[in-house]
């Protein structure tokens, strides 16, 4: 039968797409892990943000994505690889597990020495008690719905670590969870 034989066929690209990802994440952390320097050179974060906005909106064209950067360049020291990496797992995370259809604010700002990039969805959010947990390996929020693997906060986690940085995770201001990447 055409129509049975043609939705296995897109259940195994499925398939096969979520795995591929999986090893992409899986080799992405043993790169890492395995890196005593990472390359670093001047990354426009704003330029990049909008970049990968683009890019997750393409990937899901029914949330709303927002971005907001200050004029002109915001440059950070950086691998642009690894940066990359965690503002695509950033936004694909508030994309999935955000509300159906809802708006994912991703905002660029600087202040001295400091760089940041906060996302903000309105979904369920994530509870305080599992802020810490979903940042480790494999680990995903009791309440996830949708696809993962649990390995994106971890990157993010370890990128922001590799970069002197920080990932936070808290309350966005109207609802949903706020992620913020500070280098």
Do not use: K, Y
């Not at 690209?13 to 090893?23: D, F, T, Y």
């Not at 950086?78 to 809802?102: F, I, Q, T, Y």
């Amino acid at each position: 039968d055409i129509p049975e034989r043609d939705a296995m066929l897109a259940e195994l690209q499925g398939e096969q797409r979520r795995m591929a990802a999986l090893l992409n994440a899986l080799q992405a952390l043993a790169r890492a892990d395995a890196a005593e320097a990472i390359p670093r050179e001047p990354v426009d974060l704003a330029e990049l943000a909008d970049i990968a906005v683009q890019a997750v909106g393409r990937r899901h064209p029914g949330v709303t994505f927002t971005l907001a950067a200050p004029e002109g360049p915001t440059l950070v020291s950086g691998w642009p690889d690894g940066l990359r990496l965690a503002l695509d797992n950033l936004l694909e995370n508030a994309a999935r597990h955000g509300r159906a259809g809802g708006t994912v604010q991703v905002t660029v700002g600087a202040a001295g020495d400091t760089v940041s990039l906060t996302v903000d969805d309105d979904g369920p959010g994530i509870p305080p008690g599992e802020r810490e947990r979903v940042r480790e390996r494999f680990v995903r929020g009791r309440g996830a719905t949708g696809t993962g693997s649990g390995l994106g906060l971890a990157l993010v986690a370890q990128q922001a670590e590799l970069h002197g940085g920080a990932l936070d995770i808290e309350d966005a201001p109207a609802r949903g969870a706020r992620l913020r990447l500070t280098l």
